[in-house]
């Protein structure tokens, strides 16, 4: 009888051995089951449905970079415009090697392919013609970039938190982010009334985005009012005489190449007449990181920077 109750208490203990490796956590916290759990992803094309994690990530615009840093990823391949300097210092910290797939408008489904990816996400605005294409590669999900505003960002940033299997840790980011969106929320006086302009300031004309632009978006929310309240075009080409219409209190320049429209203007009296110039509070600004990258780290780097500026 005792032989007996000894063999049972050692199966027992087999099967609860058996049990816990069937759910055994891999270093990353994640369990076998885990890894293999289905989940339909809901995005601007439709839904795609991914299994487990996604081990090889190609990012077609740099919100989707600057997502998956902030998540501790490295994409595969990053469509950074044949640029590694358009990649900004605070996501190149966070990132290792990654190979480039060509250009934001046109990246190469050959380079995207030869990478074997497990998930590829893309602009809705750039990427929604090559959709099929892209999906015949790898799931896919296509969301809000080049399109969205500062709450548009911070939606996609949750979708891609879901899409790559962390969602838990995609909630401790976010919420350090809103923390820090208070801190800098708070530096700003509340009876700051000044307007600001930010602009893409280029030879081939002034691009001003509004205030439902992602920069401008940013800015107003913590408390900084966009010159431009109207406009069906969140990036409006505007000249001279528009500016001087609008009169910014502040000019935020995102400035391309050497020469630029502003060094024209310089010389016309026009320009002298805006606020902004009259008070010297005119900023050149880094355009990669206030433009072209549009997430929750380059969100930060963005405001910080206009806090500098504007509050020395």
Same mark, same amino acid.
């Given at each position: 009888?005792?032989?007996?109750?000894?063999?049972?208490?050692?199966?027992?203990?087999?099967?609860?051995?058996?049990?816990?490796?069937?759910?055994?956590?891999?270093?990353?916290?994640?369990?076998?089951?885990?890894?293999?759990?289905?989940?339909?992803?809901?995005?601007?094309?439709?839904?795609?449905?991914?299994?487990?994690?996604?081990?090889?990530?190609?990012?077609?615009?740099?919100?989707?970079? /600057?997502? $998956?840093?902030?998540?501790?990823? +490295?994409?595969?391949?990053?469509?950074?415009?044949? *640029?590694? &300097?358009? !990649? %900004? @210092?605070?996501?190149?910290?966070?990132?290792?090697?990654?190979?480039?797939?060509?250009?934001?408008?046109?990246?190469?489904?050959?380079?995207?392919?030869?990478?074997?990816p497990d998930l590829i996400?893309?602009?809705?605005?750039?990427?929604?013609?090559?959709? /099929?294409? $892209?999906?015949?590669?790898a799931p +896919?999900?296509?969301?809000?970039?080049?399109?969205? *505003?500062? &709450?548009? !960002? %911070? @939606?996609?940033?949750?979708?891609?938190?879901?899409?790559?299997?962390?969602?838990?840790?995609?909630?401790?980011?976010?919420?350090?982010?809103?923390?820090?969106?208070?801190?800098?929320?708070?530096?700003?006086?509340?009876?700051?009334?000044?307007?600001?302009?930010?602009?893409?300031?280029?030879?081939?004309?002034?691009?001003?985005?509004?205030?439902?632009?992602?920069?401008?978006?940013?800015?107003?929310?913590?408390?900084?009012?966009?010159?431009?309240?109207?406009?069906?075009?969140?990036?409006?080409?505007?000249?001279?005489?528009?500016?001087?219409?609008?009169?910014?209190?502040?000019?935020?320049?995102?400035?391309?190449?050497?020469?630029?429209?502003?060094?024209?203007?310089?010389?016309?009296?026009?320009?002298?007449?805006?606020?902004?110039?009259?008070?010297?509070?005119?900023?050149?600004?880094?355009?990669?990181?206030?433009?072209?990258?549009?997430?929750?780290?380059?969100?930060?780097?963005?405001?910080?920077?206009?806090?500098?500026?504007?509050?020395?």
């Amino acid at each position: 009888m005792k032989r007996y109750a000894i063999l049972i208490s050692m199966f027992a203990f087999v099967i609860f051995l058996a049990a816990c490796g069937g759910n055994e956590e891999d270093s990353s916290g994640e369990s076998q089951e885990d890894k293999e759990e289905a989940r339909t992803i809901k995005h601007e094309m439709g839904e795609t449905e991914i299994t487990g994690t996604p081990e090889k990530v190609v990012a077609l615009e740099f919100s989707f970079v /600057d997502n $998956l840093a902030s998540l501790g990823i +490295t994409p595969a391949g990053i469509a950074d415009d044949e *640029d590694p &300097e358009r !990649i %900004i @210092d605070p996501v190149k910290e966070k990132i290792g090697d990654y190979t480039s797939v060509g250009t934001r408008k046109q990246p190469s489904l050959e380079v995207i392919s030869s990478l074997q990816p497990d998930l590829i996400i893309a602009d809705y605005e750039r990427h929604q013609d090559i959709y /099929d294409q $892209l999906s015949e590669i790898a799931p +896919t999900i296509v969301l809000p970039s080049l399109s969205a *505003d500062y &709450e548009g !960002i %911070i @939606d996609s940033f949750e979708t891609v938190a879901k899409a790559v299997g962390k969602e838990q840790k995609g909630e401790e980011v976010l919420k350090e982010h809103k923390n820090r969106m208070e801190e800098l929320r708070s530096q700003v006086p509340e009876d700051e009334s000044r307007t600001v302009l930010p602009a893409v300031v280029a030879d081939s004309g002034y691009f001003a985005h509004n205030f439902e632009s992602y920069t401008g978006s940013l800015l107003e929310s913590i408390g900084l009012e966009n010159a431009i309240q109207s406009g069906d075009d969140r990036y409006n080409k505007i000249n001279l005489e528009q500016i001087v219409e609008v009169d910014p209190d502040v000019m935020f320049h995102m400035v391309t190449g050497d020469k630029t429209v502003v060094d024209e203007w310089k010389e016309n009296d026009l320009y002298g007449k805006v606020s902004a110039v009259k008070e010297d509070q005119v900023y050149e600004v880094d355009r990669n990181m206030w433009s072209r990258f549009r997430g929750l780290i380059s969100s930060e780097k963005i405001l910080e920077d206009a806090i500098n500026h504007l509050y020395e």
